[in-house]
């Protein structure tokens, strides 16, 4: 499996490669937006500020050839703040429009409990998808965010539970992302990264 | 079921081994890093923080690479630090490979650095490391591995990190660590609940119903020990069977 690592400088992109690499996928990554816009499969991953990760991708003109990529049928996976980008805005950057291939704004927990909501937590409402296929119910995978998407919308596949239920799971077609970081989520994460690989091939 | 409360190994080394030793006198050997790494991962660790005790000397090339080793080992989160005094040491220790970079001294005399490097990696990939002693009727804090004292107050320092930026707060009582005599509830209790971010509990581990005590009474979010794992007197499995056991939820790994 061919996949492309979009890597326009988030922190968490060298352990996103090695986890694909781990389970046999031939990893690119690039900035490049001829390679995005050719992509088969795509994976965006994230972590940190909400701005960085669009101001970057319009900085690299990378938005128009992912969302062309995505509208050709490309497998998209989103990881964490590649997860948030999808939606029509976010509270974290009220100035920058997001991609918009999902309605809807990504807004802060709730400030009653800690946060970044860090560490592991499990899931819930959980409909069948490809990207938890065999994970074991009650299997934890490895949360570090402190804003989320609201867990409403035809696309959640999974919520989770933090101050506030919100989408940790999300399948639309082609479009899959998840909240929690799976190259970092033990062998509950690396089961997730393998089902997207299969569901791309 | 909510968010699990974890567990956290801490391998101390002086670049390139593992060390211990008690208030870096008279260090030994406690094995090599990639492989105790591999094996806190199997065994069901949250997370592995690895500091470098010797920093400020010359070895950070050593460091470094030490951090490659674990990153490639593990499947877990990866904080790394120990004499990160600016942001492209910082930006060195994140491309190694750890996910959060930890700042103790250099924080306490610039506090700016503290919010450099949450512009640069977000509030979640800043731990503030904090050692903590006992003075009158609070807290003191230390810095340069706990031998030199401050005028800051450990609770005040605490919030003043959250409010910099930093996403999780390291907590060491210096007047525990080495001691094995159990954490200190009540230290950690104070600062935790004096603070919006998670409260990570280190210092005094010995025995599981140490780890039961920071969770309940010390309202900790994670606990970190090393010698007790590296040293096999405890078994990070058996450690959180007993603490799922006991009501804590925990990650018992599939």
Redesign the interface.
């Known amino acids: 499996m061919n996949v492309t690592l979009i890597d326009y400088g988030a922190?968490?992109v060298?352990?996103v490669e090695?986890?694909l690499r781990r389970l046999g996928a031939q990893v690119e990554t690039t900035n490049v937006a001829e390679k995005i816009s050719a992509a088969r499969c795509l994976v965006l991953p994230g972590?940190?500020?909400c701005a960085?990760l669009i101001a970057a991708l319009d900085a690299h003109s990378l938005r128009q050839p992912l969302i062309d990529a995505v509208g050709r049928g490309a497998a998209f996976l989103g990881i964490c703040l590649g997860l948030q980008a999808l939606y029509e805005s976010s509270e974290e950057a009220p100035t920058l429009p997001g991609l918009g291939l999902l309605p809807g704004r990504v807004t802060r927990l709730p400030?009653d409990v800690?946060?970044?909501?860090?560490?592991?937590?499990?899931l819930?409402n959980i409909r069948a998808t490809r990207l938890l296929d065999s994970v074991?119910s009650?299997?934890?995978f490895?949360f570090?965010?402190?804003f989320a998407a609201p867990a409403v919308g035809e696309e959640s596949a999974a919520v989770s539970?933090?101050g506030r239920e919100f989408i940790a799971v999300l399948e639309k077609e082609n479009i899959r992302a998840v909240q929690f970081?799976p190259?970092?989520?033990?062998?509950?994460?690396?089961l997730v990264l393998r089902n997207f690989l299969r569901a791309a091939a | 079921?909510?968010?699990?409360?974890?567990i956290i190994p801490c391998l101390d080394t002086d670049g390139a081994r593992v060390v211990k030793g008690v208030h870096f006198e008279g260090l030994r050997d406690a094995g090599d890093p990639t492989e105790l790494a591999a094996r806190y991962?199997a065994e069901g660790a949250?997370e592995l923080v690895v500091l470098d005790i010797a920093a400020a000397r010359d070895n950070r090339p050593t460091f470094l690479e030490t951090i490659r080793g674990v990153?490639?080992q593990l499947?877990?989160?990866l904080t790394a630090g120990g004499g990160i005094r600016s942001l492209e040491a910082a930006r060195a220790v994140?491309?190694a490979?750890a996910?959060k970079i930890t700042v103790n001294t250099a924080a306490v005399e610039r506090p700016e650095l503290v919010s450099e490097l949450c512009a640069e990696?977000?509030?979640?990939?800043v731990v503030l490391a904090i050692d903590a002693k006992r003075e009158g009727g609070g807290w003191q804090v230390r810095i340069r591995g706990g031998r030199q004292a401050t005028s800051l107050n450990a609770r005040e320092w605490a919030q003043r990190g959250v409010e910099l930026g930093a996403?999780?707060i390291l907590l060491t009582s210096v007047d525990r660590d080495g001691t094995q005599s159990g954490f200190d509830t009540e230290l950690t209790a104070a600062i935790s609940n004096a603070v919006?971010?998670?409260v990570i509990a280190s210092g005094g581990a010995k025995v599981p119903a140490h780890f039961l005590e920071v969770f309940t009474r010390g309202a900790a979010?994670?606990a970190l020990a090393a010698s007790i794992f590296h040293d096999q007197v405890q078994s990070i499995r058996a450690l959180k069977e007993f603490l799922r056991r006991s009501g804590v939820e925990v990650?018992l790994?599939?």
């Open positions: 922190g968490n060298p352990s090695r986890a972590v940190g500020h960085a400030e800690k946060l970044p909501h860090m560490g592991w937590n499990t819930k074991p009650g299997a934890y490895y570090a965010h402190s539970e933090h970081h190259e970092k989520s033990g062998a509950a994460g690396a | 079921m909510s968010l699990a409360r974890r991962d949250d990153a490639e499947a877990i989160p994140v491309r490979g996910d990696f977000g509030a979640q990939a996403g999780e919006s971010v998670p979010d994670a990650r790994p599939c």
